[in-house]
Nanobody, 126 residues
C-alpha cells in the first residue's frame, strides 16, 4: 500500500509560480510512474503531467508543457510539479497519483492510477 501526501498549494497571483510536492510512504515508488491531475469545481479530473519511474519519460496535458514541469527524486520518494506563469484557469485541487505498472511511457487515464493523495488547493487570483 502506498500513501501519497501533496503539499505546496496556495494562493498565487496570475503570472506567479508554485512548486507542488508529493511524498510517498509505505513503499518506495522508484518503479512507479507518477502523475499529477487537477480538478476544478464541476469539472472532471484532468490529466496534468506524468513521469516514468526512471524519470526519463514525461508527458503533459494539452497546453501545459512549457509552463509546468514534472520531476522526481527517488531517493526522497518524492515527485514535484513546478508550475510557472500561472493563470486563473489553473485554479483547482491538484492530486498526486501512482501507477504501479512498469511503463516505458506514462499514461493519462485516471483509471490507470491506483493510489491517490488527498489533494492540495491551488488558487490563481489577483
Amino acid at each position: 500500500q502506498v500513501q501519497l501526501a501533496e503539499s505546496g498549494g496556495g494562493l498565487v497571483q496570475p503570472g506567479g509560480s508554485l512548486r507542488l510536492s508529493c511524498v510517498a510512504s509505505g513503499r518506495t515508488i522508484g518503479t512507479y510512474a507518477m502523475g499529477w491531475f487537477r480538478q476544478a469545481p464541476g469539472n472532471a479530473r484532468q490529466f496534468v503531467a506524468a513521469i516514468t519511474g526512471s524519470g526519463y519519460s514525461t508527458l503533459y496535458g494539452d497546453s501545459l508543457q512549457g509552463r509546468f514541469t514534472i520531476s522526481r527524486d527517488n531517493a526522497k520518494n518524492t515527485v514535484y510539479l513546478q508550475m510557472n506563469s500561472l493563470k486563473p484557469e489553473d485554479t483547482a485541487v491538484y492530486y498526486c497519483a501512482a501507477d504501479p505498472l512498469f511503463r516505458i511511457r506514462p499514461v493519462t487515464p485516471v483509471s490507470e492510477y491506483k493510489y491517490w493523495g488527498q489533494g492540495t488547493q491551488v488558487t490563481v487570483s489577483s
